[in-house]
C-alpha cells in the first residue's frame, strides 16, 4: 500500500514538473497624451521635454499644435486622432490627456479665438467629458505664462482663461494641474533677465545709434529675431517640463512612478 502511494506522489510531481510553465503576464503601461498649443508643442513647447521625463517614452504622445485654440484644435480634426487613440488603448491600463488651451483662444486671433464667457468653456468642457466618456482620465491645464515684464512686474493676461479651466475641473471633477499660477509665480520669482533665457533665442542686442539710418529706422533686410515672450527654447522647455511632472505628481499621486526621478 505503501509503495502505491509513494509511486502515485511521484507520478504526480512528474506530471507537475512537466507541465508548460506560463510567465506572468507584463503589466499593461499607462499612457499620456498631450493637447495644446505652441507652449506644449514639439520645438517651441515644453511637451517633448515633458515626455523625455517619462520611464517609457515611447507612451507619451505629444499632439500639441502650434496656433491652435480650444477651438481650431477640434475643427481641424486633431481631436479626431485622440479619440482614436484612446478607442484603441487596450494595450495601456490609464490614459492621461493634458488639455492646455488659452493662448489662441484670445481675441484678435481670426479663424481661432473664441468668446471666453461661452465658447471657451464649452470646448473646455466637451474635452473632458468625451476623454472621460472614451475610458481616459482628462487633466486640465492652466496656460502657461507669457514672460513680458513691465517696470519688473510680470503681466498675466492669461487669468480669465485660467480661472475658467480651474473652474471646469472642479466642477467635472477631474485634476487640474495649475501651471499658469506655478509659472507666474516662478517667472516673477526670477525677474525679467533670466526668463529671457527661456526663449527659443536670446534677445537681440540693443541697437547701436551708429547702426542707424539718420531716421532711427534700422537697415532694410536685417534678418528677425526669434525672440519672444511666449515661447521656449531648450532650457525654458526643459524647466517647464519639470514644473509640469511636478504638478502631475501631486494633482495625480498614482502617476509618480510613470516619471524618470528628478535630476539632481
Known sequence: MMTRLILAALATSSALLCAPVHAAEPAKPARLILVGDSTMASNSGYGDAFCARVHRANTCINLAKGG??????????????????????AAYSTTYVLIQFGHNDQPGKPGRSTDLATEFPANMTRYAQEVKAL??????????????????????????????IRAIAKAQQVPLLDLNADSFAAVQAMG?????????????????????????????????????????????????????????????????????????
Open 135 to 164: 475610458g481616459g482620465i482628462p487633466v486640465l491645464v492652466t496656460p502657461l505664462t507669457r514672460r513680458s515684464f513691465r517696470d519688473g512686474v510680470l503681466q498675466n493676461n492669461l487669468t480669465p482663461w485660467a480661472d475658467v
Open 68 to 89: 491652435r485654440s480650444s477651438g481650431s484644435f477640434r475643427v481641424e480634426g486633431r481631436w479626431n486622432e485622440v479619440e482614436g487613440l484612446l478607442r484603441g488603448g
Open 192 to 264: 525679467a533677465e533670466q526668463a529671457d533665457t527661456f526663449a527659443v533665442e536670446p534677445p537681440p542686442a540693443k541697437k547701436d545709434a551708429a547702426a542707424l539710418t539718420p531716421g532711427n529706422v534700422e537697415v532694410a533686410g536685417a534678418a528677425k529675431s526669434a525672440f519672444d515672450y511666449t515661447h521656449l527654447g531648450p532650457r525654458g522647455a526643459a524647466y517647464f517640463a519639470d514644473m509640469v511632472v511636478g504638478e502631475m505628481k501631486t494633482a495625480v499621486p498614482v502617476s509618480a512612478g510613470l516619471f524618470i526621478a528628478p535630476r539632481p
